[in-house]
Nanobody, 112 residues
Framework: VQLQASGGGLVQAGGSLRLSCAASGSITIFVMGWYRQAPGKQRELVALITRGGRTNYGDSVKGRFTISRDNAKNTVYLQMSSLKLEDTAVYYC????????WGQGTLVTVSS
């Protein structure tokens, strides 16, 4: 299974951006989601969603980001709103089937 992320880019603070990540192949994916890594920092949880729709968010994005998924398409989405400068990072798509796999990362840059 390969994960293909899209939707990153440059956005002004306070703006919105939507990330998508599609998994290739027809396989049951239990958990999908996003992590991010800012320069000089460790990778951190952004949001995860189970196949049944249960979600888990990192503290720094609660109330601003919304994760969703389309099981039929094996695709996960991340709607990011009220973006802050500190949201600037490479965002990595994540999937957990019987094993874990990661996407290549998509850069989100928030400017003032």
């Amino acid at each position: 299974v390969q994960l293909q992320a899209s939707g990153g880019g440059l956005v002004q603070a306070g703006g919105s951006l939507r990330l998508s990540c599609a998994a290739s192949g027809s396989i049951t994916i239990f958990v999908m989601g996003w992590y991010r890594q800012a320069p000089g920092k460790q990778r951190e949880l952004v949001a995860l969603i189970t196949r049944g729709g249960r979600t888990n968010y990192g503290d720094s994005v609660k109330g601003r980001f919304t994760i969703s998924r389309d099981n039929a398409k094996n695709t996960v989405y991340l709607q990011m709103s009220s973006l802050k400068l500190e949201d600037t990072a490479v965002y990595y798509c994540y999937a957990n089937m019987e094993y874990e796999t990661w996407g290549q990362g998509t850069l989100v840059t928030v400017s003032s």
